[in-house]
Each structure stands twice: as C-alpha cells, then as structure tokens.
C-alpha cells in the first residue's frame, strides 16, 4: 500500500531524471507531425507502405510457421492466413493509392464504431457528469466517419496522413509538458 501511495513521488522523481530525453522525443514527435500534417500525402502513402511491408513480413513469417502446425485443418488455416498476408502485403506494395483508399474505408468505419458506442455509452451515463464530453466525442467520432465517406475516394489520400499527424503532433506535445510537470 505504501508503494501505491508514494507513487506519485516516485513517478515524479522518474520525471525529473529523464525530463530532458522526454523533452526531446517530445520534439521529435512534435516535428514529424507536423510534417505529417503539411505533407499528408507523402505521410499517407508511407502509412500504406509501411502496412504492406508489415503484412508482407508477417506473413512471411506465418508461411514459414505453418509447417510446424500439426492438423489438416490448423495447417491449412494458418497457411491461407498467410498467404491471403502475403498478397495483401504485395498489393499494398505495389498499389498504395489503392491501399490508401481500403485503409481510410477501415478508419471511416472504427470511428462510425467508436462514434456509435460513445453515444451509446453517453445515454447510459446521462444522469452522471460528464456524459456530455462523452456525447460530443461520440457526435464528432460520427461526423469524421461521414465526413470520410462523403471524401472517398479523393479524401483517402489526405486523411490517413493528416490523423496520423495529429497524433504524432499530440502525443509530441505530450511528452514535452509531462517533462516539463511538477508535483501537484
């Protein structure tokens, strides 16, 4: 118990001792946002060649993997997985405006998910507060998924770049002010 409670001191001493490498990576994550952000094609289609190396990779190595599987049907399984990995992979490679449109499709839908579930979420928690900062996460998760159904498929090539920007950016930010924190 006691280790929970001097937490926060701790914590706070891991802080301070790395606060300037926390503040430089926060820097670095903060620079390529911003480049993601400014150039959200170029950070779009190295998000779909990254997908594609990743699924090329895998799959790869899941090929080679389902020769040690005992079975008929886990063998089989696991090899169709692969290769359908492997041809994912290799389309993306070789199509990644393409990859780029099936990822946005991907995005669009876990927000309309994400959108759906929030608002759900919202009217349960309705008599509690802070329900409305659920509800208008909800609405906005919502209106990003219609906003990138109108966009397709003209809106993929900007959109993966420009959320990944954002993240990169807020997360960079993050890390700056968690190493610039004190106590409370």
Not at 36 to 44: L, W, Y
Not at 66 to 76: K, V
Not at 80 to 94: C, K, N, P, R, S
């Amino acid at each position: 118990m006691t280790d929970i409670l001097a937490g926060g001191g701790l914590l706070h001493t891991r802080l301070r001792a790395s606060s300037r490498q926390l503040f430089w990576l926060g820097l670095g994550m903060t620079l390529v946002g911003i480049i993601a952000i400014v150039f959200p094609i170029v950070s779009t289609l190295a998000t779909a060649l990254f997908v594609g190396w990743m699924f090329l990779l895998a799959g790869i190595f899941l090929l080679v993997g389902s020769f040690t599987i005992h079975g008929t049907g886990p063998f089989f399984g696991a090899l169709l997985i692969a290769l359908l990995m492997i041809v994912a992979g290799v389309f993306l490679l070789f199509h990644p405006v393409a990859g780029a449109i099936a990822l946005t499709i991907v995005v669009g839908a876990i927000f309309l998910v994400q959108g759906a579930f929030e608002l759900a979420l919202a009217f349960e928690m309705r008599p509690h507060s802070g329900w409305t900062w659920m509800l208008l996460s909800g609405i906005g998760s919502v209106i990003l998924a219609l906003v990138i159904a109108i966009g397709l498929p003209g809106i993929s090539l900007i959109a993966l770049g420009i959320l990944l920007g954002i993240n990169f950016l807020s997360t960079g930010l993050g890390y700056i002010f968690a190493s610039r924190s004190k106590p409370a």
